[in-house]
């Protein structure tokens, strides 16, 4: 498994928790309030979609190669913001955070 597959496994796996809080729970929260019904349709053909759905989305916008860092963000370029998700020295997931 790819370090990029790690880094989408991690956010799914921190969804729900004290660890998503601040990461991929407040990235999905954000969009679902701030994104237009259209968006949702064009994407998965529903206006109301579900935490897992949008999670289902993310693409990966940058990879830093100075550090082992992924940036996860919404198609489209609909939005400013990203879930970052960074690696120790051991390869082992270190934090996930939203950043803008």
Do not use: C
């Amino acid at each position: 498994m790819s370090n990029q597959e790690k880094a989408l496994e991690a956010i799914k796996r921190s969804a729900g928790t004290e660890a998503g809080e601040y990461g991929i729970d407040g990235f999905v929260s954000h969009h679902l309030e701030e994104l237009p019904e259209s968006f949702w349709q064009k994407h998965l053909g529903i206006s109301a979609p579900s935490n897992e759905q949008v999670i289902g989305l993310l693409v990966l916008r940058e990879k830093w190669d100075d550090e082992e860092v992924y940036d996860f963000t919404l198609p489209d370029e609909v939005t400013d913001y990203v879930v970052s998700v960074s690696f120790d020295d051991d390869g082992q997931v270190e934090d996930i955070v939203m950043e803008s």
